[in-house]
């Protein structure tokens, strides 16, 4: 390679992106930062994770406080910084889904399937009780779940397949996505509701389901953006 084009090629790399904006007063230095911050999150079609945004700050810059004032200057506005899926992500306030729905259309014309009722049950086992198998599913419902309700799950990217199961023939297990947190509005999965709690109180049972019952607490899906 030529000298000249040796040049060109450098000149063509991005420039490195100053982080540390020390030539900036501390107060311009962190609204710089929160800007950044709420940038990259408003850019990105799902969560971003610390990591991403660890990125554009400077190396001592406290990301839960950015977050904190990102939020706190949303207050007024009908959307909001979430923490879901491990990462934050920007989404309309829940107050506003009526209006959100009269103006587009109902979440599954906007691309989200509504979960069926059976759907939804074995969805919440899956999240309640993973790693499970379809036998252990089985054993739960007292029937079997089709392949085609698992398939149609899988289609959604609620849940995946897990590892495989330490009994006779290891079968393979079922466990819940990071789409499944997001569509939920979960940042992890100690946000379920507590199952043993709802079941020591009287308002969960294994009859309830089969009859339709839903974990109370439970959000459903299709969370607005």
């Not at 030529?2 to 311009?28: G, I």
């Not at 100690?190 to 009859?211: H, I, M, V, W």
Request: proline residues 6%; aromatic residues 8%; charged residues 25%.
């Amino acid at each position: 390679m030529s000298q000249a084009s040796a040049r060109r090629k450098l000149n063509e790399q991005p420039a490195l992106l100053d982080t540390e904006l020390e030539h900036l007063p501390p107060e311009l230095r962190w609204r710089e930062w929160m800007g950044r911050v709420e940038a990259v999150i408003f850019a990105a079609s799902e969560p971003v994770i610390r990591s991403v945004l660890a990125r554009v700050v400077g190396r001592n810059c406290n990301i839960d406080l950015i977050i904190d004032d990102i939020r706190a200057e949303l207050a007024g506005r009908p959307y909001e910084l979430v923490a879901v899926a491990g990462g934050w992500q920007h989404r309309t306030k829940k107050a506003f889904g009526d209006v959100i729905h009269a103006a587009f259309g109902t979440a599954a014309e906007q691309g989200t399937k509504e979960l069926s009722q059976s759907e939804a049950l074995v969805l919440m086992c899956i999240a309640y009780f993973q790693p499970i198998t379809r036998g252990e599913l089985l054993s739960f419902f007292g029937k079997e779940v089709s392949r085609d309700l698992i398939g149609m799950l899988r289609a959604q990217e609620l849940i995946a397949s897990g590892p495989r199961s330490p009994q006779p023939g290891a079968p393979y297990t079922y466990v819940t996505t990071k789409t499944f947190l997001s569509q939920f509005g979960f940042d992890t999965l100690r946000q379920l509701p507590d199952f043993e709690a709802l079941e020591d109180a009287g308002l969960l049972s294994k009859e309830k389901l089969l009859a339709g019952g839903i974990i109370p607490g439970l959000p459903g899906p299709g969370s607005l953006r």
